[in-house]
């Protein structure tokens, strides 16, 4: 079933790339497995996924102990400093950074760790009370903090829009996130990822230049109760 989900996303995928004339090795398909058992991500690495996204640290832990397969660890929940020592030096990327003060623990473990953490900073496009990240105004200011700091390297952006059944009404905000990026790239910083669009919205987010999509649902199926 997994691996059946997991080349039918990928189908999507690719004519969602076709249709904004991008290569699909541009996107990376990032399976997020919140709350399914650690065997369902092993099904899932032996069906071809190579990106595993988690929401909570200590999930993301048990998870890491019961997988042996070879597979990139994403961390993209919100992500509180005192776990932060949990998730450093971990994973491939954390996508929600939305703090100065989050970004220096995090160093402090990566160092720690020896190692350099990759980091997205969560961006609130739409300027939502309900939800983390920076505002668009903010941002540059926190990739500044970031650079600070020698075991952080910020790779790019991420957001999520409002929920809606319309992918064409989160169109405008992955627009939004692009060229917030665009504006705020330079040499130094090429800023190269843009981490945005979920299972219901991420053929409009391909459209916009995404070149992550976390998608959960139409992987994993419905998530366990409880």
Known sequence: MIADRWREVGERVAAACARAGRDPSSVTIVAVAKTHPAAAVAE???????????????ELVAKQAGVTAP????????LQRNKAKLVAGKVALIHAVDSGELAAELDRRAA????IQPVLIAVNVAGEDTKGGVTPAATAALIDAIAAHAHLRCDGLMTMPPPSDNPDDTRPHFAALRDLRDRLAAPARPLPVLSMGMSGDFEAAIAEGATHVRIGT???GSRPPG
């Open 71 to 78: 597979v990139r660890w994403h961390y993209i929940g919100r």
């Open 112 to 115: 720690a760790a020896g190692a």
């Open 218 to 220: 139409l992987i994993f």
């Open 44 to 58: 899932a690495i032996a069906a071809g996924v190579t990106d595993v996204g988690e929401n909570y640290a200590q």
